[in-house]
C-alpha cells in the first residue's frame, strides 16, 4: 500500500537513522561526501528534505557556525534534528519545499539527500529553477539521491506509480511515498535546464549518486 508521505516517515522516525546507514547501499559515505563538497567559508546553507538531519550531523563537523534553514514535511522528523543540533543556528520550516519561498541570492549552498526520488520531471525542473535563484552567485547545489542508470527502470518506476495509485484511488497529484528515481542523466540535464552551468556526477555508490551543480 501506498502511504502519504508524511504519515510514512511519521511512522519509521524512531528507525531511521539506523536504517539509512546500515541498510541503504552508500548513505553512510554518501553523507561524508557531501558535507565535504559544502564551500568552505558557507555561511548559509539550504537543507531541502532535511529530516533527521543526518547530512547536517557531517555537515555541522566541519562548518560548525553554519546558518541551516531546513524544510521537512514530517514535524516527528524536526523535532529529532532539534533535539540533536540544539545549539546550532538552525530555522527549521515545516512544509513542503515546493511551496516555500527560498528568496533570491540567500544561500552559499542548497542541498538534498534521498528525499527527490518520489516527483516527476516536471516538478523537479520547477524546484531546480528556485533553487538555482535561491543562491548566491557562485554557490553550489549538492543532491545525493537514488537513480538509476537504465531508462526503461525509470519508465518502470513511473508506470508502476500510476498503476498502484489508481488501483487505491490515491490522487496523482498528492504527495504519497513511492519511489520513482530518475536515471543520472535524466538528472544531470534537468538540473542544466534549471540554469546551473557547471553539473556533474561526482561519486556512486550502489543507487546512491552524489551530484555537484555551480551556479
Known sequence: ???EMSQFFTARVQGYDEHMLTEVE?????????????????QDALDLGCG??????EIFKRH???????????????DKLRQKHPGREMTLICGSYFDVDFGLAQYDCAVSFQSLHHFTPEEKLGLYR?????????GVYIECDYMVED?????????????????QGIDPAAFAHYDT???????LELLRRAGFSDVKKTWREGNTTLLLAQR
Open 1 to 3: 500500500m501506498i502511504e
Open 26 to 42: 552508500g548513505c553512510r559515505e554518501g553523507y561524508i561526501r557531501m558535507a565535504d563538497l559544502v564551500p568552505e567559508g558557507a
Open 52 to 57: 533527521t538531519g543526518l547530512e547536517l550531523d
Open 64 to 78: 560548525p557556525a553554519l546558518r541551516v534553514t531546513g524544510i521537512d514535511l514530517t514535524p516527528a522528523m524536526l
Open 130 to 138: 528556485r533553487v538555482f535563484r535561491a543562491l548566491r552567485p557562485g
Open 151 to 167: 531508462p526503461a527502470l525509470e519508465a518502470f518506476y513511473f508506470a508502476e506509480n500510476a498503476r498502484l495509485r489508481a488501483e
Open 181 to 187: 528515481p530518475l536515471t543520472v542523466e535524466h538528472q
